[in-house]
């Protein structure tokens, strides 16, 4: 039989912005990331493979849950320039995106 261990209250934050940044080389709020573009992923809902920062954790029921094909987790992201979506929607300065679709930016040295 397997025992939980409390870990503790788990920090309260008046919204997602007052949360730390995300740590150098993990996914969260502050993250710079790019989403991946049709080269990589002819899938992706952002085919020029946009640049931006992490904002918020997605709003997704689904959020944290691996399935067949990775995470379904999602986070809101803030475009460095507005976006046009696979549909030719847009402009988007922000939209959610699912996690699958983004790379951790490289760090500045």
Not at 101 to 109: D, M, N, Q, V, Y
């Given at each position: 039989?397997?025992?939980?261990?409390?870990?503790?209250?788990?920090?309260?934050?008046?919204s997602d912005l007052d949360r730390p940044p995300a740590l150098p080389g993990r996914m969260g709020?502050?993250?710079?990331?790019?989403?991946?573009?049709?080269?990589?992923?002819?899938?992706?809902?952002?085919?020029?493979?946009?640049?931006?920062?992490?904002?918020?954790?997605?709003g997704s029921a689904w959020q944290g849950v691996s399935s067949i094909g990775g995470s379904a987790r999602t986070w809101w992201v803030e475009f460095d320039v507005e976006q046009t979506d696979r549909d030719g929607r847009g402009p988007f300065d922000r939209a959610q995106v699912a996690e699958r679709?983004?790379?951790?930016?490289?760090?500045?040295?």
């Open positions: 039989m397997f025992t939980r261990r409390s870990r503790g209250p788990e920090p309260e934050f008046e709020v502050g993250a710079q990331v790019f989403v991946v573009d049709t080269d990589e992923d002819p899938t992706t809902p952002w085919p020029s493979g946009p640049t931006g920062v992490v904002l918020r954790a997605g679709f983004l790379r951790l930016a490289p760090p500045i040295s």
